[in-house]
C-alpha cells in the first residue's frame, strides 16, 4: 500500500500544474504562456483516469464485485467532476480578480467554496450505500477511505499554489 501511496503523491502533484492557470489568468502578460481551458480540461481527464488506476490498484475486487462496482464508480466520478466544474470556474473568477477583489467577492467566493466543500461531502454520504449495496462494508470503506485522501492531497497541492486574497484596505 506504501508504494501504491506514492502514485497518490504523483497525482496530487499532477493536480498542481493546474494552479498557475489560476496565476497566469491574474498576471498574464503578452509575452508569458498562459495555460488554456483546454489544457485544463486535459489535465483534469488525465487526473481521473490516474485516480481510477490508484483505485483499481488498491482496492482488491473479485470480478463479480468490479462488474458493479466500476459502472458506480463513473458515476460517482461523473458527479465529482461536476463539483470539480464549479470548483475551477470559481478558482477561474479568482484570478480574474486577483488585486482587486472587493470584500462582497471574497465573501461570495469563500461561501460558494464552502458550499462545495458541502456538497462533495453529501455526494460521498449520498454514494456509501450505493457503493455497499456492491461491495461488503470494509471494501466500501476503502474506497471512501481511497477517495478521501486523494481528494484531500489534490486540494493541498492546489490551495498551496493559489495566492492568498489580498486586503485592499
Known amino acids: 500500500m506504501k508504494s501504491k501511496m506514492i502514485g497518490v503523491v504523483v497525482l496530487a502533484s499532477a493536480w498542481a500544474l493546474a ?15 498562459t495555460v488554456t481551458d483546454r489544457d485544463i480540461q486535459l489535465l483534469r481527464q488525465d ?11 488498491n ?5 463479480a464485485e468490479a462488474t458493479k462496482f466500476w459502472p458506480v464508480y463513473d458515476q460517482y466520478s461523473a458527479e465529482v467532476t461536476k463539483l470539480g466544474d464549479q470548483r475551477y470556474a470559481l478558482i477561474k473568477e479568482y484570478a480574474q480578480n486577483f488585486g482587486s ?4 467577492q471574497a465573501k461570495s467566493l469563500i461561501d460558494r467554496s464552502l458550499a462545495l466543500d458541502e456538497a462533495v461531502a453529501q455526494l460521498r454520504i449520498k454514494y456509501v450505500p450505493i457503493v455497499n449495496k456492491v461491495l461488503p462494508g470494509t471494501k466500501t470503506a476503502t474506497f471512501f477511505q481511497m477517495d478521501r ?9 492546489l490551495s498551496s499554489q493559489i495566492p492568498l ?4 484596505h
Do not use: E, F, G
Open 19 to 33: 494552479a498557475p492557470a489560476a496565476r497566469a489568468q491574474a498576471s498574464a502578460s503578452n509575452d508569458s504562456p
Open 47 to 57: 487526473l481521473r483516469s490516474n485516480k481510477k488506476q490508484l483505485i483499481a490498484a
Open 59 to 63: 482496492l482488491t475486487l473479485t470480478d
Open 101 to 104: 477583489l472587493t470584500d462582497v
Open 149 to 157: 485522501r486523494i481528494s484531500t492531497l489534490i486540494d493541498l497541492q
Open 165 to 168: 486574497v489580498q486586503d485592499q
